[in-house]
């Protein structure tokens, strides 16, 4: 009898322990919100998330990446837009110069002008991103990667974008075409000056459709960046969607069931209580 009652004792603690475990495994789910807090728990899905995770920490790094050359193709966009409004400029500043009612005081005046434009070119051309580096770099531009075997450049290089064009004046770069319209309204033989500034305005014309046309080059970069941006953004919500779908707790139904262990295991507390009552102590010496 008493070794019956021993067993089902046991048998009974045995149960209300495991109760307890249950109920504390099901608190844990719920505070971190998953379902698999060891391999054991669920091998396959183990698996599968440790490697989103490791796809998901990729995504990151080429996440990270893209963000950064989209801020420097930004900056790159600001100054090539300053590059081309100085050009405008330029351009306007020539036509006034070229006007017979313009004076000898009024083109040294647009002279000055221009030569201040150079100045702006030539900062434009040396100008670096938050991090030091140069916006246009003298070599090939850097090629960040984006993505598994994707890699995109930020910008051109300085060359292809400030160096020498072919000109009525001869290969000029951008900044000695400012400085060679410049020069050609300082010239004090009238028939020398009208043909030296009629060669610097058709270079400022040339450069004004270069510089357009490195700006359509650069938008298509800038245009690509964001693309990849958003697959990559695209991607990760994917990643994750499906990792929550493996290891997120589905908090109604845990605590549904933690509180249904609670019930049992304090109807089974009660109960052993009362019936053990006068005997528990009995048995167990």
């Not at 410049?182 to 020398?192: G, H």
């Not at 690509?224 to 499906?242: G, S, V």
């Amino acid at each position: 009898m008493i070794i019956g009652n021993r067993h089902r004792l046991s048998a009974e603690i045995a149960r209300q322990a495991q109760l307890s475990a249950d109920i504390a495994r099901g608190q844990m789910e719920v505070s971190t919100g998953k379902r698999i807090l060891a391999p054991s728990d669920d091998a396959p899905a183990a698996a599968r998330i440790a490697a989103i995770a490791a796809t998901q920490a990729d995504q990151k790094a080429w996440a990270a990446n893209a963000e950064s050359a989209a801020a420097q193709a930004a900056q790159i966009d600001t100054a090539l837009a300053g590059v081309a409004t100085a050009f405008d400029r330029a351009s306007e500043l020539m036509v006034a110069a070229r006007s017979a009612t313009t004076n000898a005081e009024g083109r040294r005046a647009i002279a000055m002008e221009l030569r201040g434009l150079v100045t702006d070119i030539q900062t434009y051309r040396v100008e670096t991103d938050s991090r030091g580096q140069p916006l246009f770099p003298d070599s090939d531009p850097l090629q960040i990667p984006v993505g598994p075997e994707v890699r995109i450049a930020a910008t051109a290089s300085r060359d292809e974008i400030f160096g020498t064009l072919a000109t009525p004046a001869g290969s000029l770069d951008l900044a000695g075409i400012l400085s060679a319209a410049a020069d050609a309204l300082e010239l004090a033989d009238d028939a020398a000056r009208e043909t030296a500034s009629g060669q610097a305005l058709d270079a400022i014309g040339q450069a004004v459709s270069h510089v357009a046309a490195v700006r359509g080059e650069q938008g298509v970069r800038a245009a690509r960046i964001d693309l990849m941006r958003e697959r990559l953004e695209t991607a990760d919500l994917r990643l994750e969607d499906e990792r929550n779908g493996l290891e997120a707790t589905d908090i109604p139904a845990t605590i549904a069931r933690i509180n249904a262990k609670m019930l049992s295991l304090e109807a089974a507390q009660a109960s052993f209580a009362r019936i053990n009552k006068s005997t528990l102590f009995d048995l167990l010496g």
